[in-house]
């Protein structure tokens, strides 16, 4: 048995020398991302581009389909639950890995317990501690034990959790750079500068219609950390897709008759985080009217509209959650824009003076970090922007570093307001509230399966960050994507890149 371990790497950039023939004639498709290439790792590095070739190659046991709403069989064709705290799930017998051994209950009973050991250490750990043990009954039968009643359970293992095999027969640091899964692509290279090249796993049976079979015979991914420089190497047929960060690059391509922009929603939002626990030793923060003289200062909407890619089909949001997802009701409104009022607040809080605040953000973020910047300018409040990338953000957030954070949530890609509180809150290393009420609630929600209750439970933490200002929902956040037009790119999808490799297709 061999933990699966992560290693960090350095930006790898494509060089821009040279049109590649690719498309539909070739089928062939590279795609560019803003992050560096850190393996095909979602454990270590679960970042929302990483997602975009992780889960392309290591299946889960469920898959959550977003079109009905349903958690559906994937690895697993049936579950049932024995007791709140006990589930048996039954797997499929036709599931062979990509380099042909056979997939069966001693994988699963490895990753799960692996994952959940208190002595691995990785970002994002509370996907999978909530597993006490799981355990073998048969050739394809597993019992998962958790540490109490553990209301998304299902979700949680269609969302987290791939499953890599327990005899991987390299060494344990060579699985991000020589991955093997049961998904619909398998990587053939993976490279921290050349990046990663999928083909179709030939032998995928799909399970059912939101984890269909490749269709495209060849992904390339690279890691281009500039805008411009990817929308560059679109111009030159260097690249065939990629997303888009500013409506300014966007609307360049838009009248080039070989592009379109396609936006796609899903669970993926804007937030602006504040340091209202003093992390940071900011100070000023601590002081709620402070806080809410920055949610007034703010006009969300002219930023939804105007500033984010895709905004105008983009959820206006009122409570810190997307609108279809479950529990998502609140009664106590954010404040919205009033300069006035926000003015008004600072004075009251004895700040009309001002002070330098520090906003960090990451490249999709940055725009909306600046347009933040620009409000805040009017209630003497001077911030400097500072970009960085995933992994040096979760760095700054663990050290209890940032005093402002604009970045995007995809809310773990599970459709439940209570994972999502649960992520901003709970006294981790991403709460900077360190509310007791909300924490306390975010443990109940956690071990109810009373679903009236749960919502009522969430409703309140949903009103008191609304009042007392600690994170900031500023709009739904669509991934608008600037692709070639004999592509056809799905708009719906909980992935948190916006895009399901296998469900793309040439048209």
């Known amino acids: 048995m061999k933990p699966i371990l992560a290693a960090y790497v350095c930006v790898g950039v494509l060089a821009a020398a040279g049109a590649a023939q690719a498309g539909s004639k070739n089928n062939s498709l590279t795609i560019a991302l803003s992050e560096p290439i850190e393996g095909v790792n979602e ?28 958690i559906l069989p994937l690895l697993a064709t049936s579950w049932k639950q024995i007791d709140p705290a006990t589930w048996e799930l039954e797997l499929r017998t036709d599931v062979k890995f990509h380099d042909g051994s056979v997939f069966d209950a001693d994988d699963v009973v490895y990753t799960l317990n692996w994952a959940s050991d208190p002595k691995i250490n990785f970002r994002l750990k509370n996907r999978f501690s909530w597993v006490e043990k799981a355990e073998k009954l048969g050739p394809h039968t597993v019992r998962i034990r958790t540490v109490g009643p553990y209301a998304l359970t299902l979700a949680s293992l269609a969302i987290g959790f791939p499953m890599v095999p327990s005899d991987y027969p390299g ?6 750079w020589k991955p093997i899964g049961t998904g619909p692509y398998k990587a053939i290279s993976v490279d921290r500068n050349s990046g990663i090249v999928l083909v179709p796993n030939e032998n995928y049976v799909q399970a059912n219609a939101a984890s269909p079979k490749a269709s495209i015979g060849r992904v390339i991914i690279k890691s281009i950390p500039d805008e411009q420089t990817r929308t560059a190497q679109m111009m030159v047929d260097n690249v065939e897709l990629t997303r888009v960060v500013s409506t300014d690059i966007g609307g360049e391509l838009k009248g080039d008759s070989r592009f379109t922009i396609t936006p796609v929603n899903g669970l993926q939002y804007f937030y602006l985080s504040l340091d209202a626990a003093d992390r940071s030793g900011i100070g000023y923060l601590k002081n ?60 009251e809080a004895g700040a009309e003076k001002g002070f330098n605040l520090e906003i960090t953000a990451l490249d999709r973020s940055r725009p909306v970090a600046e347009a933040i910047s620009g409000y805040l300018s009017r209630i003497n409040i001077h911030s400097t922007i500072r970009t960085v990338t ?26 439940d307001t209570g994972a999502l509180i649960s ?43 609304n009042r007392e200002v600690y994170v900031i929902p500023l709009s739904g956040a669509p991934q608008a994507f600037l692709h070639i037009k004999d592509l056809n790119v799905p708009t719906t999808t909980l992935n948190g890149y916006g895009i399901v490799l296998s469900a793309l297709k040439w048209k």
């Open 43 to 70: 454990f270590f590095a679960p970042s929302d581009e990483g997602q975009l070739h992780t889960r392309a190659v290591l299946d889960r046991l469920l898959s959550a389909d977003a079109s009905q709403g349903k």
């Open 171 to 176: 060494k344990p640091e060579d699985f991000p």
């Open 288 to 347: 709620v009217k402070v806080r809410q003289a920055i949610a007034y200062a703010i006009d969300r909407d002219a930023i939804r509209r105007e500033i984010i890619p895709g905004g105008k089909d983009a959820y206006a949001l009122t409570a810190l959650c997307v609108p279809f997802q479950i529990g998502c009701a609140a009664s106590v409104p954010m404040p919205n824009y009033d300069p006035a009022r926000a003015q008004a607040l600072m004075k």
């Open 390 to 415: 995933f992994t040096a953000y979760t760095k700054l957030q663990s050290d209890g570093k940032l005093q402002a954070l604009a970045h995007i949530y995809g809310s773990g890609g599970i459709p």
């Open 423 to 465: 992520f901003q809150f709970n006294n981790n290393i991403r709460d900077y509230a360190h509310n007791d009420r909300i924490n306390q609630i975010v443990s109940e929600v956690e071990t109810l399966f009373d679903q009236e209750r749960r919502n009522k439970l969430i409703g309140e933490a949903l009103d008191i960050n």
